[in-house]
């Protein structure tokens, strides 16, 4: 199949390019963007199964409004002293200018005495927003916000702060933008160096950049067409993923058929012939990488949680696109340019001698044995670092902390509690159709002061609890000890909080907890799910995959304990990175999600084509353990190219400047160069030399093309007429 699609290709190149670009042009000009079908609230993303998610409903029934933000106007004296009678005044000056300022989606400010901290230090001015995420006009709205209150405490004692999720978001915005910008130019640079000091060509460096630019160009619109069609919605942050993964998959794709194609003109294969042969014996092994990442992110559909969900579609789709590119688009470039592609360099013409790869062979193929149990221990010392692995919800520590949201969240805790910032709110519904009862009210409200909960926030009348028109609901607003995502926060929210407001409702009532922090207990009990039911399921479908290609069941094992050892060694080597030496009280909640998308996608990736090459050598008549030498030999440079280029791109994530970026850059980077100079360089061959004819069973997919030559003697590759 695939010697007569490259037969096609290499021998009608402008046809080829020629149907590219037409799609191309089609796609980009006519086809929705990924706007149209993003979702903006992650709690849009839970299923109405859970709790914070049905206090959504309620909220958006009883008040007229649902997912609501807030901006928060923090005040204090610039001397930290009790705020005076004047000072309070002009804080109440402040509510009344916003107020009256008009600005949209500005729905109600509220201030006064209850707003006033116990220490009388920090008074709190609340704007409800109406919208939710990175919605331009509520972004807009903070700003205005802020250009209205400042003026106000001008030439005062006083000074003011907006924080908030929305004003968080606004003051970062930037600083996102310009690490997006710095990683992106990183990313773009280090790929054309890289790949020029492997080929020694422009050509060769280029080539990846601008097959991924065409990619990148079309996949958003066909994902979005998909969307549209299906009726299914991605995440904000699909667009970044899908950057990374059409860089990443994409130069792993071309390097993988560059160093097919550069070998077999080596061989003395002519340059077409030597395409031919490099996309018919390449393309199987793309084919069934992508089909394997395919199945990895497809498994995402499994999540509970939307925000994982929505991402398998989309990715499924880019890859597959890319995987498309590279047996298709590619090929028809080389076919035109010919040898000129590794130009100026003269270093395709012959093979170089006593290469670092050709050493790692002989070692490999000669002490098999001592190669697993290096290259197994070390992945399995990193993995004990697991034992100690927690979760981070905490939003606000990731951010800079040198911004005006920052700073007003620190000065709202030197006068209240943490969650002051997001409280949690209870509902309290009546189910007889009777207006609640202001004692019942009272007493439900004094037994919601569990240990954790900071206070009440009081309801702009001074009572504890805000009614809806017809009294049938009131909102009972808690201020938590905690930050409202650390997982203190999350503990009380999703449970004992919860316990205690079912138990203690009154009589004819039922009671919901809401608020950022049940929300994120939420997500973090469909996380745990989703994790624990996506990678089995993802990897019996890849292990299946493998069985078909390799027509073997002992290789496909493992291969995947392969795989889930360097998620397991990737995982602990981050947390002894940052939990351990950083000294962080845990590491972000979709870390491992990540790894999975990343590190266990793409390892299985490079071991698919060392297992291939593996199978290769075998057919040629090598026994297994020149088998594993040649592989090394010839497969290794590939590898190793790959992951470099690939850890690389991730590594300049370190230079962003905001923790959970550098987080996810260290994780990610670190993943690949196990998965590719540990895992698939030493692990594998090492145990498919150690394992034999048996790694094969039972379709013994290694019998030998040609009589097999006795042990130790190597059978070179030879042109193709």
């Known amino acids: 199949m695939f010697e007569r699609l490259a037969r096609v290709v290499v021998h009608n190149p402008w046809k080829v390019i020629a149907v590219w670009l037409l799609a191309t042009i089609a796609i980009v000009g006519f086809a929705p963007s990924l706007a149209d079908v993003t979702a903006r609230d992650q709690s849009n993303f839970l299923p109405t199964s859970y709790e914070s998610v049905q206090a959504l409903e309620l909220a958006k029934t009883a008040f007229g409004r649902s997912n609501d933000s807030s901006a928060t106007i923090v005040v204090k004296r610039t001397d930290d002293a009790p705020l005076s009678a004047e000072d309070q005044a002009k804080v109440g000056e402040i509510a009344r200018q916003v107020q009256s300022a008009g600005i949209e989606r500005v729905t109600s400010v509220a201030t006064g005495p209850q707003a006033l901290s116990p220490n009388k230090k920090v008074q709190l001015v609340s704007a409800g927003l109406q919208g939710v995420g990175d919605d331009p006009k509520l972004i807009e709205a903070v700003k205005k916000i802020r250009e209205v209150a400042r003026p106000v405490v001008g030439g005062t004692t006083l000074t003011m702060a907006v924080t908030g999720d929305v004003a968080m978001f606004v003051d970062n915005e930037s600083a996102f933008n310009n690490a997006f910008v710095i990683v992106g130019v990183a990313t773009v640079l280090l790929i054309i160096i890289l790949l020029a000091l492997m080929y020694r060509s422009p050509v060769a460096a280029f080539l990846p950049v601008f097959t991924v630019g065409l990619v990148s160009a079309v996949a958003p619109g066909l994902i979005a067409l998909i969307a549209k069609a299906f009726g299914f919605q991605v995440d904000q942050s699909l667009q970044i993923l899908l950057t990374i993964v059409l860089y990443g998959v994409g130069t792993d794709y071309i390097v993988f058929l560059l ?236 449970d004992k909080l919860r316990t205690v407001a079912h138990e203690k409702a009154p009589p004819g009532t039922t009671a919901l907890v809401g608020g950022s922090s049940s929300i994120f207990a939420d997500i973090r009990s469909a996380n745990n799910r989703d994790l624990l039911v996506i990678f089995p399921v993802a990897g019996l479908l890849i292990a299946l995959i493998l069985g078909l290609m390799l027509r073997s069941l002992v290789a496909p094992i493992y291969l995947m304990l392969a795989v889930v050892l360097g998620f397991l060694s990737t995982l602990g080597a981050t947390v002894i990175a940052f939990q351990g030496i950083g000294g962080k009280a845990g590491l972000m909640f979709s870390l491992p999600i990540i790894l999975y998308l990343f590190v266990v996608a793409i390892g299985t990736d490079y071991n698919i084509l060392m297992i291939a090459r593996l199978r290769e050598e075998a057919k040629e008549g090598n026994d297994p353990r020149t088998a594993a030498d040649l592989a090394v030999e010839h497969g290794g440079p590939s590898v190793g190219a790959a992951g470099l280029i690939l850890a690389g791109s991730f590594a300049s ?17 670190i993943g690949i160069l196990i998965s590719a100079f540990v895992m698939s360089m030493f692990l594998v061959p090492s145990l498919t030399a150690l394992l034999g004819h048996k790694a094969w069973w039972p379709g013994h997919g290694d019998e030998p093309d040609k009589p097999r030559l006795p042990a130790g003697e190597r059978r070179e590759p030879i042109a193709v007429d």
């Open 653 to 669: 994530m370190l230079l962003a400047g905001i923790a959970f970026l550098m987080e996810m850059g260290f994780a990610v980077s």
């Open 259 to 494: 160093f097919r194609y550069r070998e077999r003109l080596r061989a003395g294969d002519d340059p077409k012939q030597a395409l031919v042969t490099a996309v018919s014996r390449i393309g199987e092994v793309i084919a069934s990488a992508a089909g394997a990442i395919i199945i990895a992110f497809s498994a995402l559909l499994l999540a509970v949680f939307g925000g994982f969900r929505s991402f398998g579609p989309g990715l499924a789709i880019a890859v597959a696109l890319m995987a498309l590119a590279v047996v298709t688009l590619i090929p028809a470039v080389v076919s035109l340019l010919g040898t000129k592609v590794f130009w100026p360099s003269k270093s395709w013409r012959r093979t170089p001698k006593g290469t670092a790869f050709q050493r790692l062979g002989r070692l490999t193929g000669r002490r098999p044995g001592l190669v697993a149990l290096a290259s197994g221990g070390v992945m399995v010392a990193l993995a004990l670092g697991m034992l100690g692995f927690k979760s981070d919800y905490d939003q606000t520590g990731n951010l800079p902390q040198d911004t005006e949201s920052a700073r007003g969240f620190a000065d709202l805790q030197s006068g209240f509690p943490a969650g002051a910032l997001n409280p949690t709110s209870v509902y309290l519904r009546s189910t007889t159709g009777q207006r609640l009862d202001s004692a019942a009210l009272q007493r439900f409200a004094d037994e919601l002061k569990v240990p954790g909960v900071g206070g009440v926030m009081p309801a702009q009348n001074g009572s504890p609890a805000q009614l809806n028109q017809d009294g049938t609901v009131a909102r009972i607003d808690l201020l938590l000890a905690s930050h409202p995502y650390t997982n203190e926060a999350l503990d009380l929210a999703g």
